[in-house]
Nanobody, 119 residues
Framework: QVKLVESGGGLVQAGGSLRLSCAAS????????MGWYRQAPGKQRELVAA???????NYADSVKGRFTISRDNAKNTVYLQMSSLKPEDTAVYYC?????????????WGQGTQVTVSS
């Protein structure tokens, strides 16, 4: 099995910074792509940023230049450094990871961590 444990959410003023972490625990499986999604009240879950096992990154236009995704493959951990936060960044942030082996991968979601940005 695979378990994702997220941390780092909280309350911050506009213009501030937060760093989210997500550690994937697994004994048997490999971890492929990882990413962060968010869901604000009344809205659909959306991709924030993703990173491949090789380090290639992809960002939502709304966070480009403000957020940075990175990972530590040795620790199966992905990070999201969020800077210049805006009230519209308020949402529950979910970690996502692909686990498996060979060419077969399965998605796994974290439990979510609340990020609230006050104006």
């Amino acid at each position: 099995q695979v378990k994702l444990v997220e941390s780092g959410g909280g309350l911050v003023q506009a213009g501030g910074s937060l760093r989210l972490s997500c550690a994937a625990s697994t004994i048997i499986f490999s971890i492929n792509d990882m990413g962060w999604y968010r869901q604000a009240p009344g809205k659909q879950r959306e991709l924030v940023a993703a990173i491949t096992s090789g380090g290639s990154t992809n960002y939502a236009d709304s966070v480009k230049g403000r957020f940075t995704i990175s990972r530590d493959n040795a620790k199966n951990t992905v990070y999201l450094q969020m800077s210049s936060l805006k009230p519209e960044d308020t949402a529950v942030y979910y970690c996502n990871a692909e686990y498996g082996y060979g060419s077969t991968w399965y998605p796994k979601w974290g439990q979510g961590t609340q990020v609230t940005v006050s104006s």
